[in-house]
C-alpha cells in the first residue's frame, strides 16, 4: 500500500472557483501533514502544515486533517490564475527525517 | 526572504560519469535534505543529513550517492558513476533545529545522463 496517495487530475476550474484537494495516507502514526505548491520545473514551496487532525487557514487557503479516515484535503477559496500549479500534499515520517510525498494534483485556473 | 540555493540549473553528463551537485542551505539551518523528482513522477527522499553524517538514506541512495558539507556553507550530493536512470531533477532542502515541519526547498538541479 502506498503511503501516500493523491489524484493526479488535472483539474481545470474557473477563476473564483472554490477547489478541493485531496489526499489519503496509510500509516495512522503520521502526524504532520503539508502542502506544497510547485510550478513547473521549480522546487516545491510550502503553502502550509497541519499537526494532527484539525483545521488551518491562511488567506484563501485551507488545510483540513482526517486523522479517522486518514484524509488530507486543501481548500482554495476565490481561486486565481496564479493558483495554477501542482500541489504536492506530503507527511512526515515517523523519525522526522523525511518528507513523503503524494504525486501532486495540477490545477488550472482560467480566468 | 533567505532561500536555498543550487548550481548548477542544469546538467548533461554522460553515463558513467561522476557528477556533483550543490547547494547552499539556509545559513541558521541545521538539518540539510537531498529529494529527486523523475519526470511525470513523485518527489522521491534520498538523503537526510544533520552534525556532519548521515541521519536517514532512502533505498534509491545506494554506494553511488555521497553527500558532503565541505565547508560551512555548502552542501553537496555526487553521484560517482551515473546512469541513464538518474536523469531527474534534484532538490535540496533545508530546516531549522526546532521546525520539523518546515523544510524549504531549493530550486533543483535538472540532470540528463545521456
Known amino acids: 500500500q502506498k503511503e501516500v496517495e493523491q489524484d493526479p487530475g488535472p483539474l481545470s476550474v474557473p477563476e473564483g472557483a472554490i477547489v478541493s484537494l485531496n489526499c489519503t495516507y496509510s500509516?495512522?502514526?503520521?502526524?504532520?501533514f503539508m502542502w506544497y505548491r510547485q510550478y513547473s520545473r521549480k522546487g516545491p514551496e510550502l503553502l502550509m502544515y497541519?499537526?494532527?487532525?484539525g483545521n488551518k487557514e491562511d488567506g484563501r487557503f485551507t488545510a483540513q486533517v482526517d486523522k479517522s479516515s486518514k484524509y488530507i484535503s486543501l481548500f482554495i477559496r476565490d481561486s486565481q490564475p496564479s493558483d495554477s500549479a501542482t500541489y504536492l500534499c506530503?507527511?512526515?515520517?515517523?523519525?522526522?527525517?523525511?518528507?513523503?510525498f503524494g504525486k501532486g494534483t495540477t490545477l488550472s485556473v482560467s480566468s | 526572504e533567505p532561500e536555498v540555493t543550487q548550481t548548477p540549473s542544469h546538467q548533461v553528463t554522460q553515463m558513467g560519469q561522476e557528477v556533483i551537485l550543490r547547494c547552499v542551505p539556509i545559513?541558521?539551518?541545521?538539518?540539510f535534505y537531498w529529494y529527486r523528482q523523475i519526470l511525470g513522477q513523485k518527489v522521491e527522499f534520498l538523503v537526510s543529513?544533520?552534525?556532519?553524517?548521515?541521519?536517514?538514506k532512502s533505498e534509491i541512495f545506494d554506494d553511488q550517492f555521497s553527500v558532503e558539507r565541505p565547508d560551512g556553507s555548502n552542501f553537496t550530493l555526487k553521484i560517482r558513476s551515473t546512469k541513464l536512470e538518474d536523469s531527474a531533477m534534484y532538490f535540496c532542502?533545508?530546516?531549522?533545529?526546532?521546525?520539523?515541519?518546515?523544510?524549504?526547498f531549493g530550486p533543483g538541479t535538472r540532470l540528463l545522463v545521456l
Open positions: 545559513s541558521n539551518h541545521l538539518y
Open positions: 500509516n495512522s502514526a503520521f502526524q504532520y
Open positions: 532542502a533545508s530546516r531549522a533545529m526546532t521546525t520539523q515541519e518546515t523544510q524549504y
Open positions: 543529513f544533520y552534525n556532519n553524517e548521515i541521519s536517514e
Open positions: 497541519t499537526y494532527s487532525s
Open positions: 506530503a507527511t512526515l515520517n515517523q523519525a522526522g527525517t523525511a518528507l513523503i
